[in-house]
T-cell receptor, first 113, second 116 residues
Framework: GNSVTQMEGPVTLSEEAFLTINCTYT??????LFWYVQYPGEGLQLLLK?????DKGSNKGFEATYRKETTSFHLEKGSVQVSDSAVYFC????????????FGKGTSLLVTP | DAGVIQSPRHEVTEMGQEVTLRCKPI?????LFWYRQTMMRGLELLIY????????DSGMPEDRFSAKMPNASFSTLKIQPSEPRDSAVYFC??????????????FGPGTRLTVT
């Protein structure tokens, strides 16, 4: 089946620093790719997605580009805020015929003032 | 819409007791997913339903776990008997059908289960 590998955390940054969280995938074909975010004490929520190769997903200042050459979907933000402190999950369909997603292990981000 | 609703939000029980977790998906959604989250194992898919029919239950840890979806607006996850290693946060999520590629999953707030 399809899978993703995320960089290990935790990641600690100062406010206004540049963020990159690496995600690489293994898949048959070109399935949709997702980034979810989990704030403390809450469920996951969709941050952004890309449905085909070379697409860029963006939301709330975060961006990720679906790169088939490097099988990557890295999450970036130019200037993080304290409120971005959360756990970030990369995800993709477990198989190309199913509706369940396989999630990465999550990367914890802490932004300090 | 109120989003995905889960109850209870917190459950503390003793080993050997039966535990029932409840979920109300977003109205009109076609898919319902049950996940378990722990520090050690991360987020694991337990089972998912399409139009109330279980599609994949390969993630259910063992026979002590069972899930039902008697109608489009309600699902339960039952653990009987419960064990301390079942302690985790259990999430329910739902989504619409969007063709060959999955659409966004909407997660509930989770149920934090502690088995002593």
């Amino acid at each position: 089946g399809n899978s993703v590998t995320q960089m290990e955390g935790p990641v600690t940054l100062s406010e206004e620093a540049f963020l990159t969280i690496n995600c690489t995938y293994t898949a048959t074909g070109y399935p949709s790719l997702f980034w979810y975010v989990q704030y403390p004490g809450e469920g996951l929520q969709l941050l952004l997605k890309a449905t085909k190769a070379d697409d860029k997903g963006s939301n709330k200042g975060f961006e990720a580009t679906y790169r088939k050459e490097t099988t990557s979907f890295h999450l970036e933000k130019g200037s993080v805020q304290v409120s971005d402190s959360a756990v970030y999950f990369c995800a993709l369909p477990g198989t190309n015929s199913g509706y369940a997603l396989n999630f990465g292990k999550g990367t914890s981000l802490l932004v300090t003032p | 819409d109120a989003g995905v609703i889960q109850s209870p939000r917190h459950e503390v029980t003793e080993m050997g007791q039966e535990v029932t977790l409840r979920c109300k998906p977003i109205s009109g959604h076609d898919y319902l997913f049950w996940y378990r989250q722990t520090m050690m194992r991360g987020l694991e898919l337990l089972i998912y339903f399409n139009n109330n029919v279980p599609i994949d239950d390969s993630g259910m840890p063992e026979d002590r776990f069972s899930a039902k979806m008697p109608n489009a607006s309600f699902s339960t996850l039952k653990i009987q008997p419960s064990e301390p290693r079942d302690s985790a946060v259990y999430f329910c999520a739902s989504s619409l059908w969007g063709g060959p590629q999955p659409l966004e999953q909407y997660f509930g707030p989770g149920t934090r289960l502690t088995v002593t």
